[in-house]
């Protein structure tokens, strides 16, 4: 199993930004991506992006252009950077450890994003 532990999240004005961190502990030779997913009280828990451990990015259509992955050398740490962020971002954010072929190798417990003037 592999442990994953979120930070950076907080409050954040209309049209600025937060960076994401996550870091990854645990048996992380058996992860093949890591993605951060979102949950708000209207919606399930949605993809917002991914990066594989040979750096392919997928991302949310709702979030393209803004938002950027990324993940340490180490592979170890995976970061999420939100720029012009809108009301609409507002959710708690998840980080996930995924297996090769779709498997989840860990959750993170989430970090809350609020987006408010």
């Known amino acids: 199993q592999v442990q994953l532990v979120e930070s950076g999240g907080g409050l954040v004005h209309p049209g600025g930004s937060l960076i994401l961190s996550c870091v990854a502990s645990?048996?992380?030779?058996?992860?093949?991506?890591m993605a951060w997913y979102r949950h708000t009280p209207r919606n399930s828990r949605v993809l917002v992006a991914v990066?594989?451990?040979?750096?392919?990015?997928n991302y949310a259509d709702s979030v393209k252009g803004r938002f950027t992955i990324s993940r340490d050398e180490d592979r170890k740490t995976v970061h999420l950077q939100m720029d012009s962020l809108t009301p609409e971002d507002t959710a708690v954010y998840y980080c996930?450890?995924?297996?090769?072929?779709?498997?989840?190798?860990?959750w993170g417990t989430g970090t809350q994003v609020t987006v408010s003037s």
């Open positions: 645990g048996a992380i030779h058996s992860v093949y991506s």
């Open positions: 990066i594989t451990s040979g750096g392919i990015t």
């Open positions: 996930k450890a995924e297996r090769p072929g779709g498997g989840t190798a860990g």
